[in-house]
C-alpha cells in the first residue's frame, strides 16, 4: 500500500480535510494538463483549493503565479474565501471569471493603440464592469438593451417586448460564443424576426460610434482572443505570467473561452480543468460540453481522473441518479457512488390536477422544522409566481434565488389589468388604446386615431358607433364588446379572467400574435394560468390588483431571505452548485421538462443533443438532495390532460425495475465492474426503435409470452398478453431489448 504524501496527512491535522485516493493524485498531478472529472458532491472545490495550496507549500510556486478561472464573479469569490478559510497563512492566488482577464487583455491592447473604447452592458453600463474603468453619466444611454430596442424599433417598425429582448440577446451570445462566422448567423435559430439584421445592425453602430469602440461582455471574449490571436507581444506577457492555470465549471465554458485558455497554456501546458459533462446544461448560451469529450484530441498527453465518489447524497438518491444518467450516450463512462447509507426512498407522485401540487407542497413542508435545507425547483421561473402566491397565503417564509421580476411588468398583465379598468369606465380611450387589437372589435390604428381626436367624455364605444367610420363587422361586434365589459363590471377576477379569455377573444389574440411575431404561446398561456391562481380566492378586481402589487413587493424582499429560516425556490439551472435536505422537484410533465422542442427532435430515446441536455438538467436537480427527494407530477392543468414527464417515467423503472432487467444486473455485477462495461446480453433480433412499435404488431416478451400491442400513449406502451394488458415503458422495453417481432408465417405455424 503507498504511504500517505506527508501533506495530505499535515492537513487533517490542520484543517481536517481528508482526501481520497483519487483526489490525491489530481492534487499532485500538477505538471501537463488534467481533465478532472468532477460527478456531484465529490468534493471538486476542496480538491481544487488542496491542489493549489500543494502548488505553493510543496513545490514552492509563488501564488502570483497561479490563475484560478470559474464561472461566475460569485464563484470567485466564494473560492477566494473558501482559501483564505482553510490556509489563512498563505496569500491568496488569482481568482477570477474568463470575462474578467479578457476585458484585462482588451483594456491593454487599447491602451496601448491608445483607443478609445466604451462597456455597454451592465446597471448603467461603463460604471458597473470592472474597477478602474471609469463610467461617463452621458454613457448611461449607451447600455446594450437600449441599443437594441432602438434598432428593432427601426429594422421592424415595431417596439421590442422583454422577452423578444431576452430571446435576441442570448441569440447574440450564442453567436458570439460559438464564434459563428456572419455569413452564418441567419442559420441559428431565433423567433425574433430578422434577427441576423439586427445583430448586424447592432455591431456596425458598436464599430462606428463617433464616442469610440463600443464593447459588451460577450465582445470582451471575442476581441480578447482576437488579441492573443495578433498580438505575439501581448500573447507571450500573458502566457509568461503564470505557470500554472485552473478552470472550474469547465462544462460550462463555451468556444471562444475555450480558445483563450487554450492560448494562454500554449508553453507550459499546466492546465488543470475541473468539469463534469453531466452537468453540462448551457448549451443555449454557448456552452460547449464536447470539447471536454474532445480534449485528448487537444491535449494528447493529458490524464483524465475520475472523481466518482459522492459525498452529499444517500446512497438510493446516488444509485438512482446514477442509473438516470448513464442512458446518456454522449458522456465520459463515469460511475457515482457513495458510501453513505440509505435514507428515504425517492418519492414519485402523480397529482390529479395542477393545483393540487402546490397545495400539496405547503402542506408538506410545514410539517418540517428546519426550512432553510429545503429547496423546490422547477425548470421555468414561471412556476414561482403560483408558489410565492400560495407560501404567502400558508405563512410559510421562502427565498426566491432567481426571481422573475418582469412578471409583474408583462404586457400580458398589464392588458387583463387594462381589461378589468375598462369594466369599470369605457370613457377612456388611453385604456382602450393599449388592447384595442387583442379583443374581438377589430379597431384599426386608424380608428383608434380618429377615437383620440373625439374629447365629448362619452363611452368609446358609442363615440366608435356615432362618430367614426366602422366596417358592417364592427357594428355588430362592438354593441356586444360593450356589453361584455358592462356584464365584468364587479365580476369576481377569476370569472373575469376567463371571460376576458375566451368571449372577447383574447387567447385567439394571443395565438395571431405568437404567429405573427414569434412569441412563445406556452409562456403567454403561463402567464395567464398564473393570473387565474392568483385570482382564484379573491372577490373582487380592486382586491386582485392589491394583490399583485403585494406579490411584486415580496418578490423584491424575498431576496433578503438567503440564509434564513425560508424554503429556497430555484430554477434547476440556478440550482446547480447548491445542496438540500429536502428536495422536491415539480412541474415535471412533458412540454415542461423534456420541453415541447426537447421532444421534437426526439428520435428513439434520448439521442438528442436537446434531450441529452434535458435529462442532464434533470440530474442535477436530483443531485441537489442529501436524504429525500421528490419529483411531482401532475396529470391536468387547466382542464387540459398533462403526461408524466419521459424522464419521471424512467425513474419508476430505475426504482421498481422489471424482473427480467433484474436478473441481468444481477448477472453483470457477478460477472465484474469494469469501466468499458460488457454490453448487457439482450435479444439481437429485439426491437430497438421507436418507429417498430406499431397498434396491433405481434411481439414476443421474455416473462409474458406472445402479445398484441394495444396502444402506445406517451412514454407506456399498452400489450395484451394471453393473461391481461400490461403497460410498459417504451424506453426500459427498448433499453433492454424486451420486445422480439413476430413474423405473420410464424403465428400461422
Known amino acids: 500500500m503507498q504511504r500517505e504524501h506527508p501533506f495530505f496527512i499535515r492537513k487533517k491535522q490542520q484543517v481536517a480535510v481528508h482526501l481520497n485516493e483519487i483526489q490525491q493524485q489530481a492534487v499532485r498531478h500538477t505538471e501537463g494538463p488534467l481533465l478532472l472529472l468532477a460527478a456531484p458532491g465529490s468534493g471538486k472545490t ?49 481568482f477570477s471569471t474568463i470575462h474578467s ?11 496601448t493603440q491608445r483607443a478609445s473604447f466604451q462597456i455597454i452592458e451592465g446597471h448603467g453600463a461603463a460604471h458597473d464592469t470592472e474597477p478602474g474603468e471609469a463610467g461617463d453619466p452621458a454613457a448611461l444611454s449607451l447600455h446594450k438593451k437600449l441599443i437594441l430596442r432602438d434598432i428593432f424599433r427601426a429594422v421592424t417598425g415595431e417596439n421590442i417586448t422583454d422577452d423578444q429582448l431576452e430571446e435576441l440577446t442570448t441569440y447574440i451570445s450564442y453567436i458570439k460564443n460559438k ?10 435559430s431565433c423567433s425574433v424576426r430578422h434577427a441576423d439584421q439586427i445583430l448586424s445592425e447592432y455591431e456596425r453602430f458598436k464599430r462606428e460610434h463617433p464616442g469610440g469602440l463600443l464593447i459588451d461582455f460577450d465582445d470582451m471574449l471575442t476581441l480578447a482572443d482576437d ?91 446516488v444509485e438512482a441518479a446514477n442509473q438516470f444518467i448513464q442512458r446518456n450516450k ?5 460511475k457515482m457512488f457513495t458510501h453513505n447509507g440509505e435514507e428515504q426512498p425517492i418519492s414519485i407522485k402523480s397529482l390529479p390536477d395542477y393545483k393540487q401540487q402546490t397545495k400539496y407542497l405547503v402542506e408538506e413542508i410545514r410539517k418540517l422544522d428546519n426550512l432553510g435545507e429545503v429547496a423546490v425547483l422547477y425548470r421555468n421561473n414561471s412556476s414561482s409566481i403560483d408558489l410565492m402566491n400560495q407560501f404567502d397565503r400558508a405563512g410559510i417564509p421562502f427565498y426566491m434565488r432567481d426571481a422573475d421580476n418582469r412578471f409583474f411588468s408583462h404586457w400580458v398583465v398589464q392588458d387583463i389589468l387594462n381589461f378589468m379598468r375598462m369594466s369599470y369606465t369605457d370613457r377612456r380611450p388611453d385604456i382602450l388604446e393599449a388592447i384595442h387589437t387583442k379583443f374581438n372589435g377589430y379597431i384599426t390604428k386608424q380608428q383608434m386615431a380618429a377615437l383620440k381626436d373625439i374629447h365629448n367624455n362619452e363611452s368609446v364605444f358609442d363615440n366608435l358607433l356615432n362618430y367614426v367610420p366602422l366596417q358592417d363587422y364592427q357594428l355588430k361586434q362592438l354593441p356586444q364588446c360593450k356589453w361584455i365589459f358592462e356584464q365584468m363590471k364587479g365580476m369576481p377576477p377569476l370569472e373575469a379572467i376567463d371571460v376576458i379569455r375566451t368571449k372577447l377573444g383574447y387567447d385567439k389574440a394571443i395565438d395571431k400574435m405568437c404567429e405573427r411575431l414569434g412569441f412563445r404561446k406556452e409562456y403567454l398561456l403561463g402567464i395567464l394560468n398564473s393570473l387565474q391562481e392568483i385570482a382564484e380566492s379573491l372577490n373582487s378586481m380592486e382586491e386582485f390588483a392589491q394583490r399583485l402589487k403585494h406579490l411584486e413587493a415580496l418578490l423584491k424582499s424575498s431576496k433578503s431571505q438567503k440564509g434564513q429560516h425560508a424554503v429556497t425556490f430555484s430554477t434547476f439551472h440556478s440550482a446547480k452548485g447548491l445542496e438540500f435536505k429536502h428536495v422536491y422537484m415539480i412541474d415535471l410533465v412533458n412540454g415542461i421538462i423534456p420541453s415541447k422542442e426537447d421532444l421534437k427532435h426526439r428520435s428513439g430515446d434520448r439521442n438528442s443533443e436537446l434531450m441529452e441536455e434535458a435529462a442532464r438538467l434533470f440530474y442535477v436537480g436530483m443531485t441537489r438532495a442529501k436524504t429525500r427527494l421528490e419529483l411531482l407530477a401532475y396529470q391536468q392543468r387547466e382542464g387540459e390532460k398533462a403526461a408524466e414527464s419521459a424522464f419521471v417515467s424512467e425513474m419508476r423503472d430505475i426504482l421498481n425495475p422489471p424482473k427480467l432487467a433484474v436478473r441481468m444486473l444481477a448477472g453483470q455485477r457477478q460477472a465484474g465492474n469494469s469501466r468499458q462495461a460488457a454490453a448487457v446480453p439482450y435479444n439481437p433480433n429485439a426491437i430497438q426503435s421507436r418507429t417498430a412499435l406499431e397498434q396491433g404488431r405481434q411481439v414476443l416478451h421474455p416473462a409474458f409470452g406472445v402479445g398484441s400491442i394495444v396502444q402506445l400513449a406517451g412514454e407506456i406502451i399498452e400489450i395484451q398478453f394471453a393473461n391481461g394488458i400490461k403497460r410498459l415503458s417504451i424506453q426500459t422495453c427498448l433499453d433492454m431489448r424486451l420486445l422480439e417481432p413476430i413474423p405473420f408465417e410464424e403465428l400461422r405455424e
Not at 464564434?179 to 441559428?188: A, H, K, L, Q
Open 46 to 94: 476542496t480538491t481544487l483549493l488542496m491542489r493549489i495550496a500543494y502548488l505553493i507549500e510543496e513545490l514552492g510556486v509563488q501564488p502570483s503565479r497561479i490563475k484560478a478561472i470559474t464561472f461566475s464573479r460569485a464563484s470567485a469569490g466564494d473560492m477566494k474565501e473558501r482559501f483564505k478559510r482553510l490556509f489563512p497563512e498563505l496569500p491568496s492566488v488569482d
Open 101 to 111: 482577464l479578457a476585458f484585462e487583455i482588451v483594456r491593454e491592447r487599447f491602451r
Open 179 to 188: 464564434m459563428i462566422p456572419e455569413s452564418r448567423w441567419r442559420e441559428v
Open 227 to 317: 488579441v492573443l490571436s495578433k498580438d505575439a507581444r501581448l500573447l507571450r506577457k500573458y502566457q509568461r505570467r503564470y505557470d500554472y492555470m485552473l478552470t472550474d465549471e469547465s462544462q460550462d465554458t463555451s468556444l471562444v473561452q475555450h480558445a483563450i485558455v487554450e492560448k494562454l497554456v500554449m508553453e507550459h501546458r499546466n492546465l488543470c480543468v475541473v468539469a463534469d459533462d453531466d452537468q453540462s446544461i448551457y448549451s443555449w448560451r454557448g456552452a460547449e460540453p464536447s470539447y471536454l469529450l474532445e480534449f485528448r484530441q487537444v491535449y494528447p498527453e493529458a490524464r483524465i481522473l475520475y472523481m466518482e465518489q459522492n459525498y452529499r447524497s444517500s446512497k438510493n438518491i
Open 330 to 334: 454522449n458522456r465520459y463512462d463515469k
